[in-house]
């Protein structure tokens, strides 16, 4: 079993909520990248014209909002509790009551557990085909997570006032929430291209990584890449037995990724500070190393307990320190069948 004895994966979204306290340097200078107008009610950088994202471990998965006229892209949905406010901020920052669609980049509970107050309000909802079943077996947590959400928010240091209201909204309609509710209503195979205003958005699936249900989200006309959780920037990566994940398939998905970026591609990481394609060459170089330490430990005898006491050099100084005896042992089994 991969679990480590301690840590499932209610406990880490419990953990990437409170680590925002973690000194993380960004892989790119921001430049011209700045917080939006206060009249948000989540804390936005504006990457570039109509281009914002959330970058904050303490709320979850990073998100992206594109707008371009009459249409706003909304990528990850983040808690219950923030799902409100995303489309509120969503329709600020396009100006408007645009049309929105929604975007997962995998099933994980910090990046969709918003999707019951966002699918329904939403012209069009995309994910992997194989996430929808995976997001659909969430209903209950979600309902959980909903409900706990005013709490939740009531411990946020400096939150919007109007956070609190949404929040108890959700919590409010929770028990109302269906299978149809939750899941993105039109499934990714291998690659979809969509349209918000005059902007192309590309959905790339490149096999099994993070998870089996991976989507890559490119802006080519405006360099801009949203890897989800292929890349944790300046974090050990989470690994989940239940997820489809691949250590081996991951590095693939990433080089493929890769291939997408040139100098100035301004890519979102799924966790961690907003980069450049240096943050995607440090996640294969991750991957890559410890794919060879840990196959040197199998090869040597090592148990995996007595390899997943052990660290090497390439993780010195990453976040998320938590996991990296998960990610050890995950990747110790996938190697070990």
Known sequence: MLDHPTLTRRSFLVLTGTAAALTLVPTRALGA????????????????????????LSLGGNTMVVADGPGVLLVDTKFAH????????????????????????????????GNGF???????????????????????RMKLGAQ??????????????????????????????????IAPHSSIGSNETITIGATKVELHHFGAGHTDNDVV?????????????????????????????????????????????????????????????ASIDAQIRYLESIIDEVQRAIDSGKSKEETQAMSWGFMDGLGFEQIRERAIGAVYDELSK
Not at 44 to 56: P, V, Y
Not at 89 to 113: F, K, P, Q, R
Request: with cysteine.
């Open 33 to 56: 990248m700045t917080r939006v107008r206060a009249s948000t009610i989540l804390p936005w950088t504006e990457l570039s014209e109509g281009i914002h994202a959330i970058a904050d």
């Open 82 to 113: 923030l799902a409100y406010a995303l489309v509120a901020d969503a329709h600020t920052l396009s100006s408007g009551e645009s049309s929105l669609t929604l975007v997962n980049t995998h099933h994980h509970g910090d990046h969709t557990s």
């Open 118 to 140: 966002i699918v329904p309000n939403a012209s069009k909802s995309y994910a992997h085909k194989n996430a929808i079943p995976r997001i659909e077996a969430q209903l209950d």
């Open 148 to 181: 706990g959400g005013p709490a939740q928010v009531g411990r946020m240091k400096d939150a919007d006032p109007r956070l609190l209201e949404l929040a108890a909204k959700a919590a409010d309609e929770s028990d109302a929430l269906t299978t149809n509710d």
């Open 217 to 277: 989200v490119h802006l080519p006309d405006r360099n801009v890449l949203h890897t989800g959780d292929l890349v944790f920037n300046t974090l050990h990566p989470f690994f989940d037995p239940e997820g489809g994940y691949s250590a081996k398939g991951w590095i693939v998905s990433l080089k493929h990724t890769r291939e997408l970026c040139d100098s100035d591609t301004i890519v979102i990481p799924g966790h961690g500070p907003i980069g450049d394609r």
